[in-house]
Every structure is written in structure tokens, then in C-alpha cells.
């Protein structure tokens, strides 16, 4: 980036102190936010990650860049304008003066190369739509376009910029282009102009000089940055105090929406609104603890709401489950029935005995039983004895598997369905859960297993659960409808937290963001000041000087110039001096003292060897200047177009007629709006407003559509302007060679009233002379006095003769009168 603060862009600026500041990081990133854009900014603003702009390679020393004049403005259907006009103009250094009178569309040729070259129009340019919604011509017989055709130094026919829309299409819908002779069109962008037009703007609406006339300092202070080119440091810092004020009023909406929500809360009877109400009284809000109660995550309970969730939390086993049971309980009884009646229970000692007889074979073979001396323990007893004890021990242990089934059964069951559980012991009756069919049911389950015979628990088992099942189903059916009734009526105070949280999230958020827009602003209102003053330092001697010219008989000596202040504070401060005495500037200087300070530090910023721009377009820059600056002001204008293409639109005659007694060198264009909107453009001679007044009324006089009294009163007003016009001209071109003061002619003008009174002081001398004029006149021409007498009294609504012969008349008395 370069250093120089009168080739830098002001974002160029601004990162170099951005650069050069100690801020924490998230002030930097609003202010690199700003810089990109007024959605990158409130993208940060609302959460999302900082971008950072690369700074931009090192560019070489710039060199003077390539002129560019104007040759034509070219309009159809835009503004004032119907049928196609052009302005064509000299595409070089000299002054053109461009004049009509108010309406008659001068103005829009203006505004409308404005538009082509910039895309926007200060006279719109942050006013509400209603200002933008009379751009198209409602006379345009085709689709409304602007050609600007530009005369660039070094190239023969330079080339075109063109913008165009379509039918219907609104102002932004347009379709703009570049266009050098034998090139193909380019995009207006390829001219280079962006940051040259923020640096050196060549366009001077009279609106930004009007913007002096506000009356507010602050209004003041921002004119006079834009006419610097600092536009762009005005609307950036005003993007950040604006996400100041906004971001300061999110950070409160929490707290002020807190007292509502702790009212709610404390009408609630759910044992939540308790847990929320603890969580905002400390300093900061436990949010993660209010949001958990918004979602169940961690609901409070009171006595009825445990068993309830309890009930609708309790599970019985799969009834298939008991059904296997029961069936093998039931085998094992069928086991142990079948073994009844039968030595099964004393097998196991038979057994016992046998094996112990064995044992005394299988040592003393062949001898009688020890025991009962009859048969002989042979072998043949050995494996009788053996297949005895095989039987006897296999329905032993049937007997003992049949009784271990029904154990197991019996404490199966009992693990599968647990005794009563307590959320069935209680009186749930004010929730609208009867749980006492439930406990009767589980009651009857209990009873079966802890006392039943195990026969009466084979045959009753599956009944006693499927009791309890049905009946459990019923008290879970009414405890969840009796949950849902509690959360239906917590879920709006739910929602009501919820939203809080939320508000209150972006409340912490804003607080973040508006503790560093306050050091962004304060940043920016420091690194303001800086870029401010030395942006105006360069201009602020040759506005002086050119002060000094377009003063003339001023006795207001300018001094220093400073933009000074921040926020509601920010002013100019000019250093002045009425008459040797220093002054307030606000306080002494005339509107037109005003709008030519602004002129005077326009003209230095927009005519630097760095500016593209070999032309200058000024609208109505005389407005509210006594006649004494007028002077001064063609002067001014004069110097410039020495090195510059100079355009001034005015709808005052005193510029052309000052140029006129100066002897200055100018072309006087003369447009003209005739009905339907259709615009003409003449020539010097043309362009004399007393031969503008009579083509004026030449054209009424032939409108047969205006009422007889209407068109005479017009046609007499016309006559009248022309002739008083022609003797004021008379009049300063005579003082100006006798040496009197511009005010003394000026107030000699103003006295004059009436056309009587001013013909006596241009033909005689003294105003007062009215009564020797009768001779003059007809001295001057023989239809002088006819004439006088019948604009006098048509234009007061009285009879008036032909309008074509009096018109003729009327011609041929005006040029007399300017030759006299």
C-alpha cells in the first residue's frame, strides 16, 4: 500500500492504519468487515468467521494517466428528455456554458452523463425510491438510452460509453457498455475509473452544494468530505456507528424481556418454573440448565409426577415367557406324579445298599450274603445286583430333576415380575390414575407365587398375569396422558424460556460485538480526522486562492479549513475574517458565499495531473451568488478551462452575461424544451436569452390548443422578459466601461422596477426619466412604443393585437435596443 494520502483510496488508507493500531482482534475484523461491505458486516455480526482482504501487490509509480474529454451526450427518454437530443460539445480545454430555463432539460443531459459514467446520481443517492421513480421519460417514443461519447488524447476517435434499457425495465436494469472505435464492447469497468471517480470526482451536482445549505454543521462537514472525496470514509463510518446503535439495543432486548418472563414463571406451578427461576438469579442466567429444562434433559419431579413416571416406565415380562414357564413347571409336576406311588423316593438307599454288596462280591466271590446267609454272591448275583442299581439311580434322579424344575419355576417367576411395586401402593386419583385394579391384580400375582401351592401356580399363573397385565396397561394409559397434561401446560412456558435463551444468547453476543464497534468507531473517528485533513491539506491554499477570486467584493477573508469534530460534533472550521475582524464562517457567510466556498475546494481536488478526468461538469453553481461573485465566478471557470474541458449548466443569465463583459472565451449553448418533451440545442446566437424568450414566444403564440387568454398573457410575459433582459445587459455592459461597481449597477437594476422604469435607465440613464421615454422609444424604432404598451398590457391580461406581428415587432425593437 502506498503512503501517500492523495493517491491512496481511502480503504487503502484506512488499512494502513489499521495497520499501524493496536486493536484487539475483533475491532480489526469489523472494520475489515465494513470495508467489504455492508453484508460482510452484518455476516460478522450475526456469528460468521472474519474475512481478511490480501493486501494488493505493490504497484509501480504511477504515471500520468491518459486524458479524457467529452464530445457528445447523447439522450433518449431519460428525465426531461423524449425524443433523442444531443449536446455536442468540444472535446478539449475551453468553457461551455450550457443555459435554458428551468425545465427545460439542461439538467438532464447533465444527470444523465453522470449516469452512464458512474451507475449512480447524487441527486438520488440516499433519498428514498419516490426520487428514482420519474427516471424515464414519459414522452419517449423508444427504449430510453445514453451515449456518451468520449474524446481520449492520443486517440483519433476516441471512444463510447452506452447505457440502455429495455421496455418496462426498471432504473437498475440496464444494460451499460464500453465501446473504443473498431474494438469490441467492453464493460465500463475497463475504463479504470472506479477509484479515480472516489478520488477526483469530476461531476458537481448542485445538490452537494446545496448540502452546505442544511444548516447543521454535521450536514456541513459531510458535504465538504464528499467534494474531497471522502464519501467513502462518511459511509463507513457510519455503517459501524450504525451497527453500534443496533448491536446496543440487541444487548438489552434479554433484560428487558426478563421481568415478563419471571412473572410467568412464578405463576407456573410445575416444579421446573422453580428450577428456572434459580437459574436467573445469579448475575448471568444459567442457560445450559434452563435449556435442559426446556427439553426433559433434566425434568424437576414432585411427589405425584415420580410414580407417575414410574408407572409409565414399568415393564412385565413376555407372556410367552411365562408360558414356557408354566409348561415346564407343569412337566416336572407331571414327573413327579408319574413317580408316585413307587419306591423312586427310597431308590437312592436301595441303590446305596446294592453298591455296598457289590463292593463285598467283588472281595469275598462265591460266598453267601454276609447279611441274610441264603443265596451265594456269585457272578450271576454280581450282574443282576448291577443292573438293580443302574434302574433304581435313573429314577432317583428323575424324581430329584422334577422336583429342581419346579424350584426354579417357581423362583423364576418370581424374578421375571417383582413384588408390588411402590408407584402402585399410592393415591394417584387427583391425576386421574386409579391404580387400584392395577394393585389388586399384582396383589393376587404376589399371593399366587409366595403362597399358592405350586399346583394352583401351574393352573393360575397365566390368568393372575394377564389380569395384571390388562389392568396395568389401563394405569399406564392414564399416567401418560396424565404426563402429556403436564407438559401441555408447561410447553408454552417452555417455549417462552426457550425464546429468552435465545434472545439471550444474542443479547451476550451483541454486548461482545458492541464493546468493539465502540473501539472500531473510536478507531475510525481518529484515523478519520487524520485522513481528513490531510486530504484537504493539498486543496485547502488553492481553494483559498480561488476563494479570493470568485469573493469580489466580499469582506470575508478565508482563512484555514478544517474538518473537525466526530459524530454530532463534527463541523468545518473555517478560519475567517470580516473586515480584518475574526468571525464565525457559519455565522457571516451568505448561501452564496457558501456554494462558492464549496466550489472552491471542488475545483483543486477534481483538476490534479493524477486525474483521468480532462473534463468538469458543473450544474447550476451560480444560484444564490450575489452578481458581484457571478463575476468572479466566470472568472474562475475561465482559468480552469485553460487546462480543462469546463461544462456549466446554469438556468441564470448572468453567468453568460458575465462572461459576455469579461470578454472571456466561452460557448454559449442555449436547450430549449418544447412540448412532448422534445429538446433542441443551439448556438451562441440562439443561446441569447432575449432571442430565446421570442422563440418561446414565437412557438406559444402558434399552440391553438391554449386558451386566447392564456396564450396572449404568455406571449406579452415572454416580450416583457426579453426586453428587460436586453436592457439589463445594456446597462452592465455600460457601467462595466464606465468603471462602476458591479453592486452599484446591480442595485441600480433592482430599483428599476417595472419595464418603464428599466427601458428610462437603459435608454436615458436614470430610471426616474420615465416620463421622457415616450420619445425615446420612438427614437428607437416606430414600433418601439407599440410595443412596450401592448406587453405591459397583455401581460396583465388586457387586449393584445396579432401575437405573430406583435412577436415580429417585438424581434426587431430588441435588436435595436441592443445595438443603441
Not at 422534445?678 to 443561446?687: A, D
Request: charged fraction near 25%; include cysteine.
Amino acid at each position: 500500500m502506498t503512503d501517500d494520502p492523495q493517491t491512496s483510496t481511502v480503504d487503502q488508507l484506512i488499512l494502513d492504519h489499521l495497520d499501524r493500531a493496536d486493536l484487539p482482534e475483533t475491532a480489526q475484523d469489523l472494520i475489515i468487515a465494513a470495508l467489504l461491505g455492508e453484508q460482510h458486516l452484518n455476516d460478522l455480526l450475526g456469528g460468521a468467521a472474519p474475512e481478511r482482504p490480501r493486501p494488493p501487490a505493490p504497484e509501480p509509480e504511477p504515471s500520468e494517466p491518459v486524458g479524457t474529454y467529452l464530445a457528445s451526450i447523447e439522450v433518449t427518454g431519460f428525465r426531461g428528455i423524449g425524443p433523442t437530443a444531443t449536446l455536442n460539445l468540444i472535446p478539449g480545454p475551453g468553457l461551455t456554458i450550457v443555459t435554458g430555463r428551468n425545465g427545460s432539460g439542461k439538467s438532464s443531459f447533465a444527470e444523465a452523463a453522470e449516469f452512464a459514467l458512474t451507475g449512480d446520481n447524487k441527486r438520488w443517492a440516499g433519498r428514498s425510491a419516490i426520487w428514482q421513480d420519474g427516471w424515464r421519460n414519459l414522452h419517449a417514443t423508444t427504449d430510453p438510452r445514453i451515449r456518451v461519447r468520449l474524446g481520449v488524447e492520443g486517440h483519433r476517435d476516441g471512444a463510447t460509453v452506452e447505457c440502455h434499457w429495455a421496455d418496462n425495465a426498471s432504473l437498475a436494469d440496464r444494460t451499460t457498455f464500453l465501446q473504443a472505435t473498431g474494438q469490441p464492447r467492453q464493460a465500463i469497468g475497463e475504463l479504470g475509473w472506479d477509484q479515480p471517480l472516489e478520488l477526483y470526482r469530476p461531476i458537481l451536482s448542485y445538490s452537494e452544494l446545496g448540502g452546505l445549505l442544511g444548516g447543521r454543521p454535521s450536514e456541513m462537514h459531510d458535504s465538504l468530505q464528499r467534494i474531497l472525496g471522502l464519501g467513502r470514509l462518511v459511509d463507513i463510518e457510519k455503517m459501524l456507528k450504525t451497527a453500534r446503535r443496533d448491536t446496543d439495543q440487541q444487548r438489552k432486548r434479554a433484560a428487558e424481556q426478563l421481568p415478563t418472563l419471571k412473572t410467568a414463571l412464578a405463576g407456573h406451578p410445575d416444579p421446573r418454573a422453580r428450577l428456572a427461576e434459580h437459574a436467573l438469579a445469579g448475575r448471568a442466567a444459567e442457560l445450559g440448565q434452563l435449556e435442559s429444562l426446556t427439553t426433559g434433559g433434566k425434568a424437576a419431579d414432585d411427589a405425584n409426577v415420580v410414580p407417575i413416571r414410574q408407572l409409565d416406565l414399568l415393564h412385565l415380562p413376555h407372556r410367552e415367557d411365562l408360558v414356557a414357564d408354566v409348561d415346564r413347571l407343569r412337566a416336572a409336576l407331571r414327573e413327579i406324579d408319574d413317580l408316585a406311588g413307587t419306591p423312586a423316593e427310597e431308590a437312592r438307599a436301595l441303590a446305596g445298599l446294592l453298591r455296598d454288596a457289590l463292593r463285598h462280591q467283588n472281595h469275598h466271590p462265591d460266598q453267601p450274603c454276609p447279611v441274610c446267609g441264603g443265596r451265594t454272591l456269585d457272578e450271576a448275583w454280581a450282574t443282576e445286583a448291577q443292573a438293580q442299581v443302574q434302574h433304581l439311580t435313573v429314577r432317583a434322579e428323575k424324581l430329584d430333576a422334577a422336583h429342581r424344575a419346579v424350584r426354579e419355576v417357581r423362583r423364576g417367576l418370581r424374578n421375571r415380575m417383582p413384588a408390588l411395586p411402590p408407584a402402585l401402593t399410592l393415591d394417584l386419583t387427583s391425576e386421574q390414575v386409579d391404580t387400584g385394579d392395577a394393585r389388586a391384580a399384582w396383589h393376587a400375582w404376589d399371593h399366587l407365587l409366595d403362597a399358592g401351592d405350586i399346583t394352583d401356580i401351574a393352573d393360575a399363573a397365566l390368568v393372575v398375569f394377564d389380569a395384571v397385565a390388562e389392568a396395568l396397561t389401563l394405569v399406564q394409559a392414564a399416567a401418560r396422558q396424565a404426563l402429556e397434561r403436564r407438559q401441555q401446560a408447561w410447553q408454552p412456558l417452555a417455549d417462552q424460556i426457550r425464546t429468552w435463551i435465545d434472545l439471550e444468547r444474542a443479547s451476550r453476543h451483541a454486548a461482545t460485538m458492541f464493546t468493539a464497534l465502540k473501539t472500531a468507531v473510536s478507531m475510525m473517528q481518529t484515523a478519520g480526522a487524520k485522513i481528513r485533513n490531510d486530504k484537504l491539506t493539498p486543496v485547502a491554499d488553492e481553494a483559498t486562492r480561488i476563494w479570493n477570486i470568485l469573493r469580489q467584493d466580499s469582506n470575508v477573508a478565508l482563512g484555514g479549513i478544517r474538518l473537525a469534530g466526530t459524530g454530532p460534533q463534527r463541523r468545518v472550521d473555517l478560519d475567517v475574517e470580516v473586515d480584518g475582524v475574526p468571525g464565525a464562517a457559519l455565522g457571516v457567510m451568505s448561501q452564496g458565499e457558501l456554494h462558492s466556498l464549496a466550489l472552491a475546494l471542488f475545483l483543486p481536488r477534481a483538476t490534479v495531473p493524477e486525474s483521468p478526468f480532462r473534463f468538469l461538469i458543473i450544474d447550476d453553481p451560480v444560484q444564490s451568488m450575489d452578481p458581484a461573485k457571478v463575476y468572479g465566478l466566470a472568472q474562475v471557470l475561465a482559468d480552469v478551462a485553460q487546462h480543462r474541458q469546463v461544462i456549466v449548466f446554469t438556468h441564470d443569465d448572468r453567468l453568460p452575461a458575465a462572461v459576455r463583459h469579461l470578454q472571456l472565451d466561452a460557448r454559449i449553448l442555449a436547450v430549449s424544451r418544447l412540448a412532448g418533451s422534445h429538446v433542441t440545442v443551439t448556438g451562441s446566437r440562439e443561446g441569447d436569452p432575449a432571442q430565446r424568450y421570442l422563440a418561446d414566444a414565437r412557438a406559444i403564440a402558434h399552440d391553438t390548443e391554449m386558451a386566447d387568454t392564456v396564450r396572449n398573457s404568455i406571449v406579452c410575459n415572454l416580450i416583457r422578459d426579453a426586453l428587460e433582459y436586453t436592457c439589463h445587459e445594456k446597462v452592465r455592459i455600460r457601467s462595466f466601461r464606465t468603471g462602476t461597481s458591479v453592486a452599484d449597477t446591480e442595485a441600480a437594476i433592482t430599483e428599476a422596477e417595472g419595464l418603464r422604469a428599466t427601458l428610462a435607465l437603459a435608454l436615458l440613464g436614470d430610471r426616474k426619466r420615465v416620463g421622457d421615454l415616450a420619445t425615446e422609444l420612438s427614437k428607437l424604432h416606430p414600433a418601439a412604443p407599440r410595443v412596450v404598451k401592448a406587453a405591459n398590457t397583455g401581460a396583465h391580461g388586457g387586449p393584445t393585437a396579432n401575437l405573430d406581428e406583435l412577436v415580429d415587432d417585438a424581434r426587431r425593437v430588441v435588436e435595436r435596443l441592443s445595438r443603441a
